[in-house]
């Protein structure tokens, strides 16, 4: 495979913040292998992961041999980099567990099995640290980092001067001096000579480079991309909610799609260059025809398809699609029966509801009923009448007169049907 310039490739799209001198030169020689870290503490990656994942796939991309470092090891210690605690410790299964679905969500980005030379490899640093007893580490290892050296770095400094009583434990103070090691083993076993990461980690992989001098006898490449924020200042990667998740169990491939979606002009002009493998012309036709006619949003659409459709699926993504006109388009019944109960939930989220009975239903209730008596969505009979008689009441979707009754028929995914009355006043049934 031909190699293509990787630090280009990643300066257009805006994911360099620093980058050690002559790596460009040195990735364009030959193939070569890099690693980026990821911490196993969850189940799941998370859209604040995708910067990472995004610079190694980029980088198979362009020729080079991705090894995808999953902290076994370290994730039983914690990184104080740009932490203001400590992390919780988590026991070997939990972590071999977070391992296997961590490969899974990666195996979206990178190519593991085609047995191509520059096929991904993923390693755990658990493996080779487990056996490393502290004494054989203090005195292989240690004794080539000095106390200096390692309080300089801005992670531990931010710690130490900062407001927490706690301040920095050893363990955590440890941490760099492991992810250095990381980085010599990789050297040496897997030729690997290039660490990447996300700005706050420039300090770790420096430790890593200066072990590669001191202990290796060779020489370390370091390359980090800044930090993504958004354009108000809030963190990128965060909902309401909390984290937005690689996993449609945490996530929804709606709440995903929707996520990217809702993003500003100016962020989502951003992302859709770290984000998608889209190329630079066609990222710049793009924003130009957004910028024509914004109010169309092309940009944020073709980010949420683009990125819904590599985590997901296209499947995924075009349920999500449907799911998003169910609420804001012209939608039908039957579109709304199609959605499953949980994507059913999110799109309607908050909206009032009231139980009845499937004995009620076996028999079917008027729509009078349904609108007043039995769910208090009207607040009377005559209301519900007024309304039905102005023509502004809808059961699922489609407009109903007053002879309209409601039936098992109706229902969506089993046990919810939808009343609206005007464009923005629903109602859920449920049955139970």
Not at 249 to 268: G, I
Not at 320 to 348: P, Q, R, Y
Not at 379 to 385: F, L, P
Not at 395 to 417: M, P
């Amino acid at each position: 495979m031909k190699l293509k310039n990787f630090v280009e490739e990643l300066q257009w799209r805006g994911m360099v913040h620093d980058v050690m001198p002559d790596t460009e030169t040195h990735l364009m020689e030959t193939m070569r292998a890099a690693y980026v870290g990821f911490d196993p503490t969850a189940d799941s990656l998370h859209i604040g992961n995708l910067v990472p994942i995004m610079l190694l796939s980029f980088y198979q991309r362009c020729g080079h041999k991705p090894v995808a470092l999953v902290g076994g090891a370290t994730g039983m210690i914690g990184d104080p980099s740009g932490k203001s605690a400590e992390r919780n410790l988590l026991n070997e299964d939990t972590l071999r567990h977070n391992q296997e679905c961590v490969k899974n969500q990666l195996s979206q980005f990178l190519d593991f099995t085609s047995g191509a030379e520059n096929q991904a490899v993923l390693v755990n640093n658990y493996d080779w640290m487990k056996e490393f007893s502290f004494l054989d580490f203090i005195r292989n290892v240690g004794k080539h980092i000095t106390v200096n050296y390692m309080m300089a770095k801005d992670s531990v400094k931010t710690r130490l001067s900062g407001e927490s009583a706690e301040g920095l434990s050893f363990t955590e103070f440890t941490y760099q001096m492991i992810q250095g090691y990381d980085f010599l083993h990789l050297y040496k076993n897997l030729d690997c000579t290039l660490q990447m990461g996300g700005s706050d980690q420039w300090g770790n992989i420096t430790t890593g480079t200066e072990l590669i001098r001191r202990i290796g006898g060779g020489k370390g490449y370091a390359l980090t991309c800044p930090l993504i924020t958004k354009s108000d200042g809030s963190k990128f990667g965060k909902s309401e909610g909390g984290n937005i998740w690689l996993d449609a169990n945490r996530t929804s491939p709606y709440k995903f799609y929707q996520y990217w979606l809702n993003t500003s002009d100016d962020d989502a002009e951003k992302y859709i260059k770290i984000f998608t493998f889209l190329d630079k012309e066609t990222i710049e036709n793009i924003v130009s025809e957004h910028k024509e006619a914004p109010h169309m949003r092309l940009l944020q659409k073709r980010l949420a398809q683009e990125v819904t459709t590599t985590v997901h699926s296209a499947e995924e993504y075009e349920n999500a699609v449907k799911a998003s006109e169910i609420l804001f388009g012209n939608s039908t019944s039957e579109d709304l029966k199609m959605l499953n109960e949980k994507t059913f939930l999110e799109v309607f989220d908050g909206v009032p509801q009231a139980t009845v009975s499937k004995e009620d239903l076996k028999y079917g209730i008027d729509i009078i009923g349904a609108l007043a008596e039995k769910t208090g969505f009207l607040k009377s009979n005559g209301e519900a009448r007024r309304a039905l008689k102005e023509n502004s009441i809808s059961v699922n979707k489609e407009k109903v007169a007053a002879d309209f009754t409601v039936t098992e028929n109706d229902l969506i995914s089993g046990q919810f049907v939808l009343l609206q009355r005007g464009k923005k006043n629903y109602f859920i049934i449920k049955v139970a």
